[in-house]
């Protein structure tokens, strides 16, 4: 079936620093790759998605580039903030479910930004 | 209003006796889903109902009942809850529109079973 995997458990960084969160996945086709974040207290938020080779999402200073050869979606930030702290999920939406989305999620990165 | 509501927060339950989460949302989305979340795995979709039509996944078929009474509504049910039922339970909601749409999720409910 189809599956996520996001290499760090946690990452620590202080303010300003470069953010790179790895996600990489498993699915045949084209699924459509979405970046979600939590912050404490909440629910998962929509970050935003990509569904086809090279499309770049971004939204809030964060971006993420589907890579079909590499089956991969990493998440970066240039230069994180405090308020940035949260966990992040990468997660696949598989091409048979374009009217249903059910996702399939990775387990969740830890972000933690020290001032 | 694009929240989506879960009551309650937390709850304590005893080994064999039932459970019942309830969900809302008020954005008139035709999809409602519930995701079972435990430290350190990933969300896990349990089910999701589509319109009236209720899907739930093969692992976790005969555990979870659930029952969507109008379009705002949706409820999780543990007929007789086990220690592994433990979790956080998230409800979401969104829109289907023949893309990829994004979901809503509520704050959750915390599951603690003694």
């Known amino acids: 079936g189809d599956s996520v995997t996001q290499t760090e458990g946690q990452v620590a960084l202080s303010e300003e620093d470069f953010l790179t969160i790895h996600c990489n996945y498993s699915?045949?086709?084209?699924?459509?790759l979405f970046w979600y974040v939590q912050y404490p207290g909440e629910g998962p938020q929509f970050l935003f998605r990509a569904s086809r080779d090279k499309e770049k999402g971004s939204s809030r200073g964060f971006e993420a580039t589907y890579n079909k050869e590499a089956t991969s979606f990493h998440l970066q930030k240039a230069s994180v903030q405090e308020s940035d702290s949260a966990v992040y999920y990468c997660?696949?939406?598989?091409?048979?479910?374009?009217?249903?989305?059910?996702?399939?999620f990775g387990s969740g990165t830890r972000l933690q930004v020290y001032a | 209003d694009t929240t989506v509501k879960q009551n309650p927060r937390y709850k304590l339950a005893r080994v064999g006796k039932p459970v019942n989460l309830i969900c809302s949302q008020t954005m008139n989305h035709d999809t409602m889903y519930w995701y079972q979340k435990k430290p350190n795995q990933a969300p896990k979709l349990l089910l999701f109902?589509?319109?009236?039509?209720?899907?739930r996944e093969a692992d976790t078929f005969e555990k979870f009942q659930s029952s969507r009474p109008n379009n705002s509504f949706c409820s999780l049910y543990i007929g007789s809850a086990g220690l592994e039922y433990s979790a956080m339970y998230l409800c979401?909601?969104?829109?289907?529109?023949?893309?990829?749409?994004?979901?809503?999720f509520g704050p959750g409910t915390r599951l603690t079973v003694l």
């Open positions: 109902y589509y319109d009236k039509i209720l899907n």
């Open positions: 997660a696949l939406s598989g091409p048979g479910t374009q009217v249903v989305g059910q996702l399939t």
């Open positions: 699915a045949s086709g084209y699924p459509a």
């Open positions: 979401a909601s969104s829109r289907s529109w023949g893309g990829w749409a994004e979901q809503f």
